[in-house]
């Protein structure tokens, strides 16, 4: 089966966030057909949805591309914050429950999302944001969204 790049861009937000830390944080960039072609065995519903991870699957990639020795959830941005000034601080994934509707932006709709934080100060925190047609965008997210888009982070440690 041939890989297909546009499945993998609209399945595949956590993975792909995973990707670029492995960038940022080891200079390595490894290819999207590659890295699913080498789980296939393991993760066989990557055959139709390639790259989709839960959680479970993203804290087993987390742990196999060498990124943190643990990874804590939190619900609460305070202690993300805290977490990402502590000596051994490896990154943050953020996923999104919520998000604004395409024909009403007032209605949030359910979505299983994930973007990679690169930054946070007292009014807002930065993230890299997969988009579901292969780009990506780097920008300040206001701490306020947090409630409304039904956030969670995973923060990784060394």
Excluded at 23 to 45: I, M, N, S
Aim: with cysteine; proline share 6%; charged share 25%.
């Amino acid at each position: 089966m041939a890989f297909d790049i546009s499945k993998w861009n609209e399945c595949a937000a956590a993975s792909r966030c995973l990707l670029e830390l492995v960038h940022r944080t080891q200079q390595r960039r490894l290819e999207p057909a590659q890295f699913v072609a080498g789980h296939l065995a393991k993760y066989p519903h990557w055959a139709e949805a390639p790259g989709s991870a839960d959680l479970l699957v993203t804290c087993e990639l987390i742990r196999e591309l060498g990124l943190a020795a643990t990874a804590r959830t939190s619900i609460d941005p305070d202690e993300i914050i805290r977490e990402s000034k502590q000596p051994g601080y490896a990154g943050a994934l953020l996923f999104l429950e919520r998000w604004p509707g395409a024909d009403d932006p007032r209605r949030l709709d359910h979505v299983e999302h994930c973007v990679l934080a690169t930054g946070f100060d007292e009014k807002f925190f930065k993230v890299w944001n997969p988009f579901q047609d292969g780009t990506a965008s780097e920008s300040p997210w206001s701490w306020k969204s947090w409630p409304k888009l039904e956030m969670h982070g995973l923060v990784l440690s060394r």
